[in-house]
């Protein structure tokens, strides 16, 4: 669990520590000289520091220092003198000017093998001087220092011109900045430093492997004492999502798996898979209204449902009548999400519920834009957990969790019916809803990661290989 705190509390963590201000930008500082080596700073290596007038600047000189005596060739180009009220700031100016560093105004940018960009910190908002811009344009590496300057810390936005590290190091815990918006792409690989401060109010919580729980399958355990899932969905021309959701499902650790789709498609569902079982209801090729009993009776042995895989589109009337009537734990996902007219019906429900949408069924349900922020009222106010799909990936119940581990591999068809299916084996095998929705997020996330590795990512491969993932 890493955590993510907002600009306003990382500027109460700074005022609130017992710690010199000076002793928290020297080892800022000093950390960020670190990873300037880690990127080939060495002997005899042109070093550009651009500084600040506060204390984002002032980190920068402390770098500047650690490398000019490591004999880099450093010039620090100052926006500005530091701000007489940034005293530590000041010091560490001079500093950096007593071991060899050269500083002078900003200026046109200069030939350099490094840039390290300390202008603004996290409380920066706005746009950035003319002075900067050219060398947010300049073709070298760069570092920054907190957040790339001209990026919005607290929600990843770029009002204009902004720098594009290849690295950057933050301090104490991420901020939203380095994961919403365009903050993954300005911001390379974030480093997370420890320079002594303590606590935060967690904006959001960032999932690690430590944090998505695969529980044990006791020795006594059976096929249907193991978790068991049944997935209702199935029409025409969307046949697969089901039995990727059920074979999601049974590569996760699920004992048994089912799907419950209309009688008439049956023999395709029996024909695809040799795992998983099938349960035809009706008499079409598509569910009705009325067949919300029937799609009960067969799914009662399973402790839990996932709606709307493959199901399509106009089927509200059985959507809100299952969603009514079936008293067990639900994931509802694709066209279930789809068939809703609002939260209503969702909050009707007293048996734990996850929805699992992208951002186009979040606008859809709630009429808003796809957001954390807005997705974290719906746990209290619908009595659901959120698995907002995206990168990242969130997960929203009694705490705000970003997922992290899937990137661009995911964007295939058939990808969300895989996750559908493995957060209903976990829940089934023991964890809560919320929990669930969590590890099969990340397991998803870095399954498909892995597998990118050395292939095209499919939906089908993706289910093939997830049971690695499982315990």
């Known amino acids: 669990m890493q955590l993510v705190i907002t600009p306003e509390e990382s500027g109460r963590l700074d005022l609130a520590s017992s710690e010199?201000?000076?002793?928290?930008?020297e080892r800022a500082g000093l950390a960020v000289a670190l990873?300037?080596?880690?990127?080939?700073?060495?002997?005899?290596?042109r070093v550009t520091v651009l500084a600040g007038t506060g204390n984002n600047g002032g980190d920068g000189y402390v770098a500047a220092k650690y490398l000019a005596g490591r004999g880099c060739a450093v010039t620090v180009h100052a926006l500005g003198p530091p701000k007489e009220d940034h005293p530590a700031a000041q010091k560490a100016a001079a500093g950096a000017a007593a071991v060899g560093a050269r500083i002078k105004d900003l200026s046109k940018p200069e030939p350099a093998d490094l840039v390290i960009d300390a202008l603004f910190g996290v409380g920066f908002t706005g746009s950035l001087p003319d002075v900067a811009v050219p060398w947010t344009e300049l073709e070298v590496p760069v570092l920054a220092v907190d957040v790339p300057s001209g990026l919005d810390a607290a929600t990843g936005d770029v009002p204009g011109k902004a720098f594009t590290a290849n690295r950057t190091v933050t301090f104490h815990a991420f901020k939203p900045g380095h994961l919403l918006g365009e903050g993954p792409e300005r911001c390379g690989t974030v480093t997370v430093a420890d320079i002594g401060l303590r606590g935060g109010k967690a904006a959001m919580l960032v999932c690690d492997a430590v944090d998505a729980a695969r529980p044990p399958r006791p020795r006594t355990s059976h096929k249907w004492s193991a978790g068991s899932v049944a997935v209702v969905g199935?029409?025409?021309?969307?046949t697969g999502a089901p039995m990727l959701a059920a074979r999601g499902a049974l590569a996760m650790g699920a004992g048994s798996a089912a799907v419950v789709c209309p009688r008439a498609l049956q023999p395709t569902y029996a024909a695809l898979s040799d795992e998983a079982m099938t349960r035809g209801v009706g008499s079409g090729s598509r569910f009705t209204g009325d067949d919300v009993?029937?799609?009960i009776e067969q799914s009662r042995r399973f402790d839990v449902m996932v709606l709307g895989p493959g199901l399509g589109l106009g089927q509200d009337r059985f959507v809100e009548g299952l969603l009514s009537e079936w008293d067990g734990p639900m994931v509802v996902d694709a066209d279930a999400l789809n068939a809703l007219q609002g939260t209503e019906v969702l909050s009707a429900r007293t048996a734990p519920t996850v929805i699992t949408p992208h951002?186009?069924?979040f606008r859809r349900l709630t009429g808003q834009e796809a957001d954390y922020r807005v997705a974290a009222v719906l746990p209290e106010?619908?009595?659901?957990?959120?698995l907002l799909k995206g990168n990242p990936t969130f997960v929203l119940g009694t705490q705000v969790w970003?997922?992290?581990s899937g990137g661009p591999e995911l964007a295939t068809i058939g990808t969300g019916d895989v996750l559908a299916g493995m957060v209903a084996a976990l829940w089934a095998r023991g964890l809560s809803g919320e929990a669930a929705a969590r590890s099969g997020a990340y397991w998803h996330g870095r399954a498909a990661a892995d597998l990118a590795t050395h292939m095209t990512v499919t939906a089908g491969l993706?289910?093939?290989v997830v049971g690695q993932y499982a315990w």
Do not use: H, K, Q, T
């Open 359 to 361: 951002a186009g069924e």
């Open 35 to 45: 990873a300037a080596i880690e990127m080939g700073a060495g002997y005899g290596a």
């Open 402 to 404: 970003a997922i992290r």
């Open 20 to 25: 010199p201000v000076e002793n928290l930008m």
């Open 234 to 238: 199935g029409s025409p021309g969307i």
């Open 381 to 386: 106010e619908v009595g659901v957990v959120v």
């Open 462 to 464: 993706l289910a093939n």
């Open 293 to 295: 009993d029937a799609v």
